[in-house]
């Protein structure tokens, strides 16, 4: 039988509900993807609580299915570097078809991935599919999207923190698997350094949609 509890709620007036969506939004509309990062470091404590932010996401039956491997150490962040501009290169000269390289111009992104040496921390994503339990495959649901969701609560929490990210997929991304030793259930996901901006950092100047571009009231005719 699944035993309850009690919802702990704290119901808000609509105008103190108005002020924290206000305040909120103006928050999130303020984060920026950040390329360029300060050598300054990120606390232990710090990244925990961010990480634990995001294990609090909704996820297909409450499978949880994420891990999280936060890398710090200079040695594998080269590592990962190398690998990741290897197939960044072949990727952007060989791979992407021409529509892709077009709609990635405005970001004057390459090959080059020097933040993922700069950024203090690399939080690498992985999906996990299924779970090992006593020897027997326990499988895991709606994994791509539960994964979504706690990257973005991750993303929320650091920008909240006054840290800044990168959401970063180079492709294809196996090689993060061997690095960080990850068994067969897991997939890499994402690829997030984290930490401070360079003093001179730089980001590009593109906008967002419009409301009434995507967002629609439904109305039956
Ligand atoms: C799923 C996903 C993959 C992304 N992959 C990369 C990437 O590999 N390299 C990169 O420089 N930016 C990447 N980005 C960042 C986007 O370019 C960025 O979010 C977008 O240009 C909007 O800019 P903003 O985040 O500053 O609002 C990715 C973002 C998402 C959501």
Redo the contacts with the bound molecule.
């Keep these: 039988m699944p035993e309850f509890i009690p919802l702990q709620f704290t119901p808000l007036s609509e105008e103190e509900q108005l002020r924290r969506a206000n305040a909120f939004y103006k928050q999130c509309a303020m984060?920026?993807?950040?390329?360029q990062f300060a050598p300054h470091p990120v606390s232990r404590e710090l990244l925990m609580t961010l990480l634990r932010t995001a294990g609090t996401a909704p996820s297909g039956a409450n499978r949880q299915p994420w891990q999280f491997v936060v890398v710090t150490d200079q040695e594998t962040k080269r590592k990962i570097r190398i690998a990741a501009e290897k197939e960044?290169k072949e990727s952007y000269e060989e791979r992407m078809p021409e529509q892709w390289l077009k709609d990635?111009e405005?970001?004057g992104?390459d090959w080059h991935?020097e933040?993922l040496e700069q950024a203090p921390a690399l939080i690498v994503v992985f999906a996990v599919n299924y779970d090992l339990e006593d020897g027997k495959v326990h499988k895991n649901y709606y994994v791509k999207e539960s994964v979504?969701i706690a990257v973005g609560f991750f993303l929320a929490a650091v920008h909240h923190a006054g840290l800044v990210s990168?959401?970063?997929?180079?492709?294809p991304m196996n090689f993060l698997q061997k690095i960080l030793h990850r068994p067969e259930n897991e997939r890499p996901y994402?690829?997030i350094p984290v930490g401070y901006p360079a003093a001179d950092a730089v980001?590009?100047a593109?906008g967002?949609k419009r409301t009434d571009e995507y967002i629609l009231w439904h109305r039956e005719p």
């Design positions: 984060r920026r993807t950040v390329r960044e990635l405005v970001l992104t991935k933040f979504g990168l959401t970063h997929t180079p492709s994402m690829l980001v590009p593109i967002r």
